[in-house]
């Protein structure tokens, strides 16, 4: 039975190979990256090995352990979806005892870019400490057992937090938490660079320490043996081998668990008072299309992403320009990112947009509809940021060229969203998913056509985005007005001819693009 759940997680993998040649190229493309990560950490273990100098080495491997340990660990909490291919909960109506399913999806763990770049990582440990054998083989063992603590500890965390994880709120606040270190993650390597200058000197007290919890513990036991510390590496593989105990006794009752537990949690009653948008909007199609497209900009996690980062963008300006007149572009940003953020509006409806293909709902009807929905929302977070980054800098002598150039970029934004969404489908994470989970199929065929269109948003934008530029360096009153009026006039152009041009596509197009989305269920 452990051979055969191997042999699935390979057929699933190969099958998923066969349905579309741009998976084969970006699971080529990872795999050369891999090479090339692994390339650089094997050279550079052995460089270390070779610097003769136990403490570093110590410090070196124990905390990069460590760090590996907490990635597998913690990743799957923001980033659930990323392999649900061998759910527990698909093994419910089989008669597989625990133990082998346990041993299988541990194993079966290892199929893919990470487990197998994580099996050889843990195995090439061992390499810096290539002068002493005996420490080699314990680096081997500890590499072993470093290995296991993170696929088992990875599956035992996710299993038991799947109750929790399949909540709603959980993903609002994780799609939050994941995406802030995301988007600042250039400060943060530049203060963990700083940070760890100032504290070089006390990093090997903190490898040592380290070496004694669940996370260091199976990468520190080479060093122990290396110093001739026996009874420390006693101590190491008892805390490495008590850890992974009870991280399999932890994954087996939820386990358990999770086989007998009804899909989507028993008892739930969902609560609905109203008509909500629909009581607000006029009783037409136009009104109908738009009150739902609003009703999931505040209700679904995917479109709340697009929201979350705005807070996320206006600090991260804010940083680049310590506090200086850079600052004044946050809202343009988030003016763009909320405009183009349209361009997956019929992906986001999954099936449901069949709802829209059986009414049938007129081409122009749609993409009026979620374009006024864009623009409410867009608009009072646009303006929003331009009056928090105007009182942040005390520019308030520029408001015209910077209302000029968000509004008119976020309307351009959803003119040309409204073209590129009725001509492009593709995958998206499902209703339900993390918002910033990588579903099956979205992979370089995606990326392309989104960046694609991207640069032809941002060449189109270009011409009021440098006009405004010059009004606030300047301070010209003419320019400041012509920026205003250059950049209201091409967003409301922008968004009739999206509307138009996007509604032939939508009429001509609708039952292909249902057919595309079901495609990738």
């Known amino acids: 039975m452990v051979a055969h759940l191997v042999r699935l997680k390979l057929t699933l993998l190969r099958n998923g190979l066969r349905r579309s040649v741009w998976k084969v190229v970006a699971l080529l493309l990872s795999v050369l990256y891999a090479l090339f990560l692994l390339g650089l950490a094997v050279v550079g273990l052995v460089a270390l090995g070779a610097h003769d100098d136990a403490e570093l080495t110590r410090t070196v491997v124990v905390l990069g352990g460590a760090l590996l340990v907490a990635g597998w660990w913690l990743l799957p909490l923001v980033a659930f979806g990323v392999d649900s291919t061998l759910d527990p909960e698909r093994f419910q109506l089989f008669a597989i005892r625990r133990r082998h399913l346990l041993t299988g999806l541990t194993l079966a763990g290892l199929v893919g870019v990470p487990g197998a770049a994580t099996l050889v990582l843990g195995g090439a440990s061992a390499l810096a400490w290539w002068r002493d054998p005996g420490a080699v083989v314990a680096g081997v063992v500890g590499g072993a057992l470093g290995v296991a603590v993170c696929v088992v500890g990875s599956r035992a965390i996710t ?5 929790l994880v399949g909540g709603r709120r959980f993903r609002e606040v994780a799609a939050v938490l994941a995406i802030v270190p995301l988007m600042l993650i250039g400060p943060i390597l530049l203060g963990a660079t700083a940070g760890l200058s100032a504290v070089a000197d006390a990093l090997p007290a903190v490898g040592v320490v380290v070496g004694w919890t669940p996370l260091g513990a199976p990468w520190a ?22 850890t992974l105990a009870v991280l399999v006794g932890v994954w087996d009752r939820a386990l358990s668990a999770a086989l007998v537990r009804s899909p989507g949690g028993a008892g739930h009653v969902a609560r609905s008072e109203g008509l909500g948008f629909f009581a607000r909007f006029p009783a037409t199609p136009t009104g109908a299309v738009a009150a739902r497209s609003l009703t999931y900009w505040l209700r679904d ?16 300006l804010w940083f680049m320009g310590r506090g200086g007149g850079i600052v004044l572009g946050a809202g343009v940003v988030v003016a763009f990112v909320m405009g183009w953020s349209l361009s997956a509006d019929i992906s986001y409806d999954d099936t449901a947009f069949w709802t829209h293909v059986a009414a049938p709902v007129d081409g122009r009807v749609d993409r009026g509809g979620r374009a006024i929905a864009g623009m409410v929302v867009g608009g009072v977070v646009v303006l929003a940021t331009d009056v928090l980054v105007l009182g942040v800098s005390g520019r308030w002598d520029a408001t015209a060229p910077v209302l000029g150039m968000s509004l008119g970029v976020l309307a351009v934004g959803v003119g040309a969203s409204s073209i590129y969404s009725a001509r492009v489908v593709y995958p998206v994470p499902k209703p339900g998913d993390n918002p910033f989970s990588t579903p099956q199929g979205s992979s370089l065929a995606v990326m392309l056509t ?17 006009l405004g530029i010059a009004a606030v360096v300047t301070g010209h009153a003419l320019l400041q007005v012509l920026t205003l009026v250059v950049g209201l006039g091409s967003g409301a152009a922008a968004l009739v001819v999206g509307v138009r041009v996007g509604g032939g596509l939508y009429d001509r197009r609708a039952p292909e693009l249902l057919q595309t989305i079901r495609s990738f269920a």
């Open 159 to 163: 299993t038991m937090l799947a109750p």
């Open 301 to 316: 996690p995917r479109y709340a992403a697009a929201v979350a980062v705005v807070p996320v963008m206006v600090l991260l």
């Open 221 to 242: 036991l080479a060093a122990d043996v290396q110093a001739g510390a026996w009874l420390a590496a006693l101590g190491k593989v008892a805390v490495a081998g008590a």
């Open 450 to 466: 989104q960046s694609l269109g991207m640069l032809l948003l941002l060449a189109v934008c270009l011409p009021t985005v440098g």
